[in-house]
């Protein structure tokens, strides 16, 4: 069973601060991962992709991978009320002639005013 | 921007009968999906289809569900004898290829069983 593990939360910071999101998967096979943010009763929005080790920047957000550790985290900087959703972590294995997203329950983020 | 849409927003169904969920992928994309999610739960993969076929399917999509293309724009999801254990929303995807491809979501059809 493929797992992504992700703290529900929920996650509290001053609007201003730097949020961050934690998420482990268990599929060493696992090839590239996703932060998507989903607002509730909305679809999942795509904000970063990763595919190796090491920092990836966008603007306020920076994805962080670390494959030997299974692990891949988000910052947000200078967070704002309009972050406030809950991000949900997405890894891609290839099995065989398509692919699987595999979703963790995601965090519940709130950005204070 | 080119976007995935779904039809209806949402359904509202008596236990038992047949719903088809529609969905039309972005255009020159290639590879079609669709999850589910349970209030307050966590998306789940359902199904992935290719060239006209089923490419992968997870557990949960059992001989209840049946997936299909039946032009080329739109893909339904179909669930046969609904329960109540049924109701959620469901997302369709879609990716221009298989491999490494982040997931363009459809804003997802809210499904009631009454």
């Known amino acids: 069973q493929k797992e992504v593990e992700q703290n529900s939360g929920p996650l509290s910071v001053p609007e201003g601060a730097i949020a961050s999101l934690n998420c482990t998967y268990s599929?060493?096979?696992?090839?590239?991962f996703f932060w998507y943010r989903q607002y509730s009763g909305k679809s999942p929005e795509l904000i970063m992709s990763?595919?190796?080790?090491g920092d990836k920047e966008d603007g306020r957000f920076t994805a962080q991978l670390n494959k030997a550790s299974q692990y891949v985290s988000l910052l947000i900087r200078d967070s704002q009320p309009s972050d406030s959703a809950t991000y949900l972590c997405a890894v891609n294995t290839l099995a065989n002639t398509g692919n699987q997203f595999y979703f963790g329950t995601g965090t519940s983020l709130t950005v204070i005013p | 921007e080119p976007e995935v849409t779904q039809t209806p927003s949402h359904q509202v169904t008596q236990m038992g009968q047949e719903v088809i969920l529609r969905c039309v992928p972005i255009s020159n994309h290639l590879y079609f999906y669709w999850y589910r999610q349970i209030l307050g739960q966590k998306v789940e993969f359902l199904v992935s289809?290719?060239?006209?076929?089923?490419?992968?399917k997870s557990e949960i999509f059992d001989d209840q569900f049946s997936v299909e293309r039946p032009d080329g724009s739109n893909f339904t999801l179909k669930i046969r004898s609904t329960k109540l254990e049924d109701s959620a929303m469901y997302f369709c995807?879609?990716?221009?290829?298989?491999?490494?491809?982040?997931?363009?979501f459809g804003d997802g059809t809210r499904l009631s069983i009454l």
């Open positions: 289809f290719y060239n006209n076929e089923i490419s992968e």
């Open positions: 995807a879609s990716t221009p290829d298989k491999a490494y491809q982040p997931q363009h």
């Open positions: 599929d060493r096979g696992s090839q590239s």
């Open positions: 990763i595919y190796s080790n």
